[in-house]
């Protein structure tokens, strides 16, 4: 974990997470210099001049209801540069450290920004059912109200029932604004079936990836709501920024930029003690064997050249082609073992959230995916076949703030899905600002910490065991930065190959099901019978993956 410095907390009061301000465990050095703004605490979107605040005034907090049931805490940001206005207020749950911000704005054109005409209370905890236990102080939380042909962003929240200043927020022209979406929970009564409550949500843009424009703000949600209402629905009262100069990517950082992010933050990949398909580099993967097969002459397989030049280029994932291991059963038992300490990853850089972050996404390829084992209550069995695929692709994605550098979160890939972190929520190499990640035994998953996690339901499910070894990946010492929206990269010819890393399965998936249903007696027989219902496709797929400029999130935001 980073390091989480105290604050001063009542004596009578215990002590909560958000008590704790959350750094990185190491100082950050100086970037080196660009030809852009990067890391220079300002980005332009166009006659508006935003800049991230991290340093805040608490107004109110609240010690009961939302996430673990310990409340939250509302801020506002402080100090303001000169020239700069406030958006709207910045809300955390309490039971993580504290680590927050938000935008602040600059007219530098005129009329992009003015003050609302009005107020709403949107909610006050007078009247509320949640009553702080050693405080009389009540919150109240204000929307702005914009005028025409523009948005309010965010929220005014006091601790007085007089509605606060027209000049302590300010509402932005709506050429500068784009729709947003609820991103999650922070703080509520939740959504019951009787009663209307009020529920805080951090907001997103709802547009996301490397040609979207819509910037996060910082700022919250508030608003009354029940078990009717659609959280998807188009009818939410604030907005989110745009940035008009999008296409210039100037805060985007430079190549010797990236390149000093990478050596702070590049991922520590753990594999498990008993892992025996480990990732290679994939030039080594070709040099080593693999074949290209095109359908209709599968028995005259070409050799890969070790940098892909003769792969097919282009096109859709028609089954025409594929990837398989050597033929010579020697080769290929050294093939499918990979080859770890000659690895390299291959980095993805990516402008997101309207090029206010950079989003590098880390790839590490393995030749083969091994075989899956099911848990069934106490009873761990093996699946055979099941699970085993010829190429494995996987990443870690590492959210990057382009004001000044700093890691936000990381995204970790679990076979179809993953799972974002925050960075008070990571582990941390020791005296180190690098990202600690645990790749599951066989099939690769990667998640932020060790242990046992199932995929099914209760206690049955496919086991993705992960555990700390000698045996790790430092993504930071062999990497390529294979593509980037913002630099000339020349592309490795196999990144733009299309089709499937591994051949389709020779074997019927129901013969492997029966096989295994034959050997189990009573309450496994049935248990097993449940996780066959209950598992993602994913698990089924016995075919290679394609590669990752097929994915979804190479153009898009992570799901």
């Known amino acids: 974990m980073g390091n989480c410095i105290p604050c001063l907390v009542d004596e009578e009061n215990k002590s909560l997470p958000i008590d704790a301000i959350f750094k990185l465990p190491s100082p950050l050095s100086n970037w080196p210099t660009g030809t852009g703004n990067f890391g220079s605490g300002y980005v332009d979107l ?244 693999a074949l290209l097969y095109q359908k209709g002459q599968e028995s005259n397989p070409s050799p890969i050249e070790p940098n892909g030049s003769n792969l097919p280029q282009g096109g859709t994932n028609d089954g025409v082609y594929w990837l398989d291991l050597p033929i010579d059963d020697k080769e290929r038992d050294k093939t499918i073992k990979g080859d770890l300490l000659n690895s390299e990853v291959y980095l993805h850089i990516k402008p997101m959230l309207g090029a206010t972050f950079t989003d590098i996404a880390v790839w590490i390829f393995h030749p083969f995916n091994g075989p899956g084992t099911a848990k069934l209550g106490l009873i761990d069995v093996p699946l055979g076949k099941i699970g085993e695929h010829v190429g494995d692709w996987e990443h870690v994605t590492l959210r990057i703030s382009n004001f000044n550098g700093v890691l936000h979160k990381a995204y970790f890939s679990e076979h179809s899905g993953g799972t974002w972190r925050d960075a008070p929520l990571l582990e941390f190499q020791k005296d180190s600002n690098k990202v600690v990640a645990y790749s599951s035994l066989n099939g690769h998953a990667i998640f932020p910490k060790p242990g046992l996690v199932l995929q099914g339901a209760g206690d049955i499910g496919i086991r993705n065991d992960t555990d700390k070894s000698n045996l790790f990946l430092d993504s930071g010492k062999s990497y390529s930065i294979v593509s980037a929206e913002n630099l000339e990269i020349i592309e490795p010819p196999w990144l733009n190959y299309t089709r499937e890393w591994g051949p389709k399965i020779s074997y019927t998936l129901g013969d492997e099901v029966e096989k295994l249903e034959s050997l189990l007696k009573g309450n496994l027989k049935g248990a097993f019978e449940k996780l066959v219902k209950v598992l993602p496709n994913e698990i089924y797929g016995e075919e290679g993956p394609t590669g990752p400029k097929m994915k979804g999130n190479w153009i898009g935001d992570e799901v």
């Not at 409340?71 to 207020?89: K, L, R, V, W």
């Not at 107020?119 to 204000?142: A, P, Q, R």
């Not at 949600?221 to 907005?239: G, H, M, P, Y």
Request: aromatic share 12%; charged share 20%; with cysteine.
């Open 46 to 289: 166009g006659g508006l001049e935003v800049c991230q605040i991290v340093t805040f005034n608490k107004v109110w907090a609240i010690d009961k209801g939302g996430p673990d049931n310990v409340g939250a805490t509302f801020y506002e940001p402080s100090p303001i540069p000169d020239g700069f206005s406030m958006f709207g207020c910045y809300c955390q749950p309490n039971n993580k450290p504290f680590f927050g911000w938000v935008l602040v704005g600059k007219d530098n054109v005129g009329e992009i920004l003015k003050n609302p005409i009005d107020y709403t209370l949107v909610w006050s905890s007078e009247s509320s059912k949640f009553k702080n236990k050693n405080s009389t102080d009540h919150g109240y939380i204000w929307l702005p109200i914009p005028p025409e042909g523009y948005k309010a962003l965010g929220h005014v929240v006091t601790t007085s029932p007089e509605k606060p200043t027209f000049d302590k927020i300010q509402c932005v022209r709506s050429d500068l604004t784009d729709e947003l979406e609820v991103e999650s929970w922070i703080w509520g009564q939740g959504t019951t079936s009787n009663a209307n409550g009020i529920n805080v949500h951090i907001v997103r843009p709802r547009e996301r990836g490397i040609k979207a424009q819509g910037v996060s703000v910082g700022t919250f949600l508030a608003r009354i709501t029940s078990d009717k209402d659609d959280e998807s629905n188009n009818t939410l009262s604030l907005a989110c920024l745009k940035n008009n100069k999008f296409s210039t990517f100037s805060s985007m950082p430079s190549l010797s930029q990236i390149q000093a992010l990478f050596e702070q933050y590049s991922p520590i990949i753990y594999f498990h003690p008993k892992e025996k398909y480990l990732p290679s580099s994939v030039n080594w993967y070709f040099a080593n064997g």
